[in-house]
Nanobody, 117 residues
Framework: QVQVVESGGGLVQPGGSLRLSCAAS????????MGWYRQAPGNQRELVATITSSGNTNYADSVKGRFTISRDNDKNTVYLQMNSLKPEDTAVYYC???????????WGQGTQVAVSS
């Protein structure tokens, strides 16, 4: 069974940092574009960042310069380092694995990030 499991969310003060982790099943990780998305209450789910199997990255304008996506192919894990966090970064963050050859998506259950003083 394919699994995508996030961890690392929590409550942080504005200006603080958090690192999210996402472990995916070995059977899909190396074949997938891995990404982080987020959804705030009342909003649609939006792209945060993606990374290809070869390490090419893409970021939403709102997080450029503050967030960094990376992947460890030996551990089948993708990370999202979030620095200089703002209240507007508050959302449920979802990990996504998209198979490069078919476009099929696998989603994690989400992890809550709250930025508040």
């Amino acid at each position: 069974q394919v699994q995508v499991v996030e961890s690392g969310g929590g409550l942080v003060q504005p200006g603080g940092s958090l690192r999210l982790s996402c472990a995916a099943s070995r059977s899909i990780f190396s074949l997938s574009i891995m990404g982080w998305y987020r959804q705030a209450p009342g909003n649609q789910r939006e792209l945060v960042a993606t990374i290809t199997s070869s390490g090419n990255t893409n970021y939403a304008d709102s997080v450029k310069g503050r967030f960094t996506i990376s992947r460890d192919n030996d551990k089948n894990t993708v990370y999202l380092q979030m620095n200089s966090l703002k209240p507007e970064d508050t959302a449920v963050y979802y990990c996504n694995a998209q198979l490069s050859f078919s476009g099929r998506n696998f989603w994690g259950q989400g992890t809550q990030v709250a930025v508040s003083s």
